[in-house]
């Protein structure tokens, strides 16, 4: 073949593929324009060029579109093992701002979309009512603009969003409610508990009993003969020391020095058997003082009679004519029965009384 023939046939190839190629273009033009539409995610943007950062299932992501301003929003669907940390740390997010975005209280789940944003401020938000964007956008002074490019909406202002449909709005929660978008919730009224308050305890029915003359007793001044009165009592007050007890029915009645936290449980300061109490509150701060006060609480130094760890009364009233006092306790006749006896101010039996206050 001579030199000119071959230059022939080269150049009727050439032009044989040239409009072969340019059939195929017009054949494909729909599919390249839709091609390129959109945008790959960067490298940069997903981390995808750091050999440690987490795997994310891309087929999950919604396409990327940026605007003039690189606005952008992504949906994600959660996948088995993905955790927001991962989530945030593939694209270069927070945490704090993926939940505040998407209003995440709790752990996230396999099939959950989120929406992903670089920007600083915006909120999932959930159409009430079937509406056209641009009427939605006018109805709450919303940037039209920014809401399209954001959600994808093509630039179409007649883009109708459905009742449930969840959009992105870029304006922060206060400016929501500023423009009426959200309700502001009511304010929670926290009503103050005072620890210093007893609670409603039903009137005790006290059973009376004659007082007799003691010059006989072989007890002395200390003698269950001077009971003035007794009852029964339940309680379910919690405040360290054991139900029942003399301890625990003087600490119930007595919340200028045991306070209460609720209506059931005491703070309980004073620690140490009945015997103990003395030393006990002087360390944390009461006032201690061997003459008696209405309202004080008398502690018995161990051994006086009944018990070998003391006990412990309120004082209820005092007569100075005669030096006597009423005295209320419990356990001094048995346990979880309560009484009122007549007691001598002069009592040796009486190691000291704690007051209350400090």
């Not at 396409?63 to 927001?84: R, Y």
């Not at 945030?88 to 944003?117: E, W």
């Not at 161990?302 to 030096?323: D, L, M, P, T």
């Not at 356990?331 to 101010?345: H, P």
Request: net charge positive; charged share 20%.
């Amino acid at each position: 073949m001579t030199p000119h023939k071959q230059v022939f046939w080269m150049k009727f190839v050439i032009t044989l593929v040239f409009i072969v190629s340019l059939i195929f273009v017009i054949a494909y033009a729909d599919k390249f324009a839709e091609a390129k539409q959109e945008l790959a995610i960067s490298p940069t943007f997903v981390g995808l060029n750091d050999s440690n950062s987490p795997e994310i299932n891309l087929d999950e992501i919604a396409s990327v579109e940026l605007d003039a301003n690189d606005k952008w929003v992504i949906k994600v669907k959660v996948q088995p093992g993905d955790t927001l940390d991962k989530i945030a740390r593939t694209f270069g997010s927070t945490i704090s701002h993926i939940k505040s975005v998407n209003h995440i209280t709790g752990p996230i789940r396999p099939g959950d979309t989120l929406m992903i944003t670089d920007e600083e401020k915006g909120f999932v938000y959930s159409i009430l009512e079937k509406t056209n964007i641009m009427v939605f956008a006018n109805q709450y002074n919303l940037n039209l603009e920014d809401l399209m490019t954001l959600n994808y909406m093509m630039w179409d202002s007649t883009e109708v969003l459905q009742a449930g449909q969840e959009i992105f709005i870029p304006i922060t929660v206060e400016d929501a409610y500023n423009k009426g978008l959200l309700e502001r919730p009511a304010p929670v009224i926290i009503t103050k508990t005072s620890t210093n308050k007893r609670p409603t305890i039903t009137k005790p029915q006290w059973t009376s009993i004659t007082r007799i003359s003691t010059s006989s007793s072989s007890q002395g001044e200390w003698t269950k003969s001077k009971i003035l009165s007794k009852r029964i009592y339940k309680s379910n007050v919690i405040n360290g020391f054991y139900a029942g007890q003399c301890t625990h029915y003087v600490a119930m009645i007595t919340p200028a020095l045991f306070p209460y936290k609720d209506a059931i449980h005491q703070t309980r300061k004073i620690t140490g058997n009945a015997g103990q109490r003395c030393d006990s509150a002087r360390k944390n701060g009461y006032s201690v003082w061997s003459k008696p006060s209405v309202g004080a609480v008398a502690v018995y130094s161990a051994g006086w009679g009944v018990s070998y760890a003391g006990h412990v009364a309120k004082v209820v009233s005092i007569n100075s004519e005669n030096a006597e006092m009423v005295v209320e306790e419990a356990n001094y006749i048995t346990k979880w029965v309560a009484d009122r006896r007549v007691e001598s101010t002069k009592s040796k039996s009486i190691k000291c009384y704690i007051y209350p206050g400090r």
